[in-house]
């Protein structure tokens, strides 16, 4: 039977690659949700080539621009946050794979897995805001998280036959993004252009600047931190410019396993959906010959504080993950929007972090509140600035 499949955030660089991976298997995924923010024309050609059950887009206005193309198709469309909210909570589905950017796909996570679906978790920020909540809802359901995030289908895949108890540390590795060498005085003229130009991996808008700042880097740190019940001091980051080992387990022993692969994210993208088996496939080898030197540095938290906030706001735990999550999410879209300066970024988040009401065990509820208001904290600093 083929695996029916809902993809949250189509349209988007994780969603477009998981239709890539799909089409090279005949018959074994039957899609049957597809979501997007607001790229209309390419939900109507995947609609029409994938047919699914039902759609989401943005706006009503978006709504009646598909229905009149996909009038004779027999496809329920449904409207913005409530569609994607809805649509999240179906349980006729074997897998959702959550390609959503940014806080917004914390609530679709959290309904698949209540509702006993199992989830393809790309949208670290779900698990960066509401991790406990998340690992509390799996225990109830008994749904799981297949992770997307390379660093983290590393870790995965190092452990199969391993015991948690065994590790001793994970090394999440990291390229160290373009501003790795750039001297960092000249970071508040970094343009939008040279931030969005990532030496190794093609992604979407939102996480390429999180790998500008490293802020990516901080994230998966704590998406870690509750994926795989780690303390934060198991946790280290280690820079590797050429992103072909995407991190390791330290087990008590010393002995330290790796995984290794180019940089695509079809391959993570297809171990989660094809978990356990390794499925052929028909992408480039690793010619490590070729390569010739894989080299390390330790990471620069002077250089990029985002690192350091990170960090700080797990160790301080409850709410303050979530908090720092949103505000770099609303900074990270000011900057690309040209309303911010890029030293602007870490400046807003520290602001945020060290402003709000500490929440010990935030309930979904509370989440939410604190979205909001870190969203208005945000939006009032950056009109000082
Ligand atoms: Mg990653």
Known sequence: MAKKISILGSTGSIGVNTLGVIDTFQDEFDVVYLSTFQNNKLIIEQAKRYRPKALVVVNDSNAEDVKEVLEKENIEILIGRDGLLEISKRDDIDLVMNGLVGSAGMEPTINALKAGVDVALSNKESMVMAGDLINNTMNESGAKIYPVDSEHSAIWQCLVGENIEDIKRIILTGSGGPFRTRDVNTFSEISLKEALNHPNWSMGKKITIDSATMMNKGLEVIEARWLFDLQINQIDILIHPQSIIHSMVEFNDRSVKAQLGIPDMKIPIQYALTYPT??????????????????????????????????????????????????????VYSFLNKRIKFTDIPDIIEKACNAHDLVKDPSLEELLELELWTYEFVMKEIDKK
């Open 278 to 331: 390794h499925a052929l496939a028909e992408w480039g080898e690793l010619d490590l010959a070729k390569i010739g030197k894989l080299t390390f540095e330790e990471k620069d938290i002077e250089k990029f504080p985002c690192i350091g906030l990170a960090y700080e706001s797990i160790r301080i735990g409850g709410s303050a993950p979530a908090v720092l999550n949103v505000a770099n999410d609303n900074a």
